[in-house]
């Protein structure tokens, strides 16, 4: 399942689209997790500047 998922981002409109992983603080417990999706293009520094 994994492999058809790379090859169809791969080709055609997933170039558009990229894979971002960013570090959130929690705010109980002061641990790192990381929150991952896959987000268009010219979205990517939205992604980021966001707080959640």
Sequence with gaps: MAK???A????????????VIK???SEKTGAYAFKSDIVPNDQ?????????
């Design 8 to 19: 169809t981002l791969k080709t055609g409109t997933g170039k558009n689209f990229t894979k």
């Design 4 to 6: 058809k998922v790379v």
């Design 44 to 52: 990517i520094k939205d992604f980021f500047a966001s707080k959640k």
């Design 23 to 25: 570090m959130v603080k």
